[in-house]
T-cell receptor, first 114, second 114 residues
Framework: GAGVSQTPSNKVTEKGKYVELRCDPI?????LYWYRQSLGQGPEFLIY????????DSGLPNDRFFAVRPEGSVSTLKIQRTERGDSAVYLC????????????FGPGTRLTVL | AQSVTQPDIHITVSEGASLELRCNYS??????LFWYVQSPGQGLQLLLK??????LVQGIKGFEAEFKRSQSSFNLRKPSVHWSDAAEYFC????????????FGTGTRLQVFP
């Protein structure tokens, strides 16, 4: 399909481990967003990219979280030394530009930290 | 800082009945407002958005919403609910003068009885 895809769909890891979550945006979309959705909550903004650069990373909770988008397309969210509180669904979205566009969301990656 | 309140955590309606989901926002200037729907296993899908102009906006799937500045509200309505409308509904506001950082409410879960 032509939508946003995220892999893996589910990830179970142990406390203290490192994880990478991948997002493939819609082809041609220059803006890419990461959100985190905890159980019973709405999505919470983490970071957004315009092209290859992180335009706003104010939502990253601490320095264990890092995201890259080296070629302006695929993005990887990296979490070091995972904690049980990191368990959530991580959502990725993309949009054609920035400012007034609709964000198209992927199905998410459910991360469980044991 | 901007915020969104969805006062109803869970709403149950009968199929064919009318629906109104409440959303209140906190923002000093004219906000960018959105309603998204999230079905199990699906990504968030945009129902409608308000940027400016006519305060009654039409969306997909027969939904509409009305922006009321005096009440800081953006309630979602549908005249006749279908069983397939059962889902989680999120109201969101753009942070600042663009939509790159969406602030979501906690959501309203809609249950539809036949």
């Amino acid at each position: 399909g032509a939508g946003v895809s995220q892999t893996p769909s589910n990830k179970v890891t142990e406390k203290g481990k490192y994880v990478e979550l991948r997002c493939d945006p819609i082809s041609g979309h220059t803006a890419l967003y990461w959100y985190r959705q905890s159980l019973g909550q709405g999505p919470e903004f983490l970071i957004y990219f315009q092209g290859t650069g992180a335009a706003d990373d104010s939502g990253l909770p601490n320095d264990r979280f890092f995201a890259v988008r080296p070629e302006g397309s695929v993005s990887t969210l990296k979490i070091q030394r995972t904690e049980r509180g990191d368990s959530a669904v991580y959502l990725c979205a993309s949009s054609p530009g920035h400012g007034e566009g609709e964000q198209f969301f992927g199905p998410g990656t459910r991360l469980t930290v044991l | 800082a901007q915020s969104v309140t969805q006062p109803d955590i869970h709403i149950t309606v009968s199929e064919g009945a009318s629906l109104e989901l409440r959303c209140n926002y906190s923002y000093g200037a004219t906000p960018y407002l959105f309603w998204y729907v999230q079905s199990p296993g699906q990504g968030l899908q945009l129902l409608l958005k308000y940027f400016s102009g006519d305060t009654l906006v039409q969306g997909i799937k027969g939904f509409e919403a009305e922006f009321k500045r005096s009440q800081s509200s953006f309630n979602l309505r549908k005249p006749s609910v279908h069983w397939s409308d059962a889902a989680e509904y999120f109201c969101a506001v753009g942070d600042g003068y663009n939509t790159d950082k969406l602030i979501f409410g906690t959501g309203t879960r809609l249950q539809v009885f036949p």
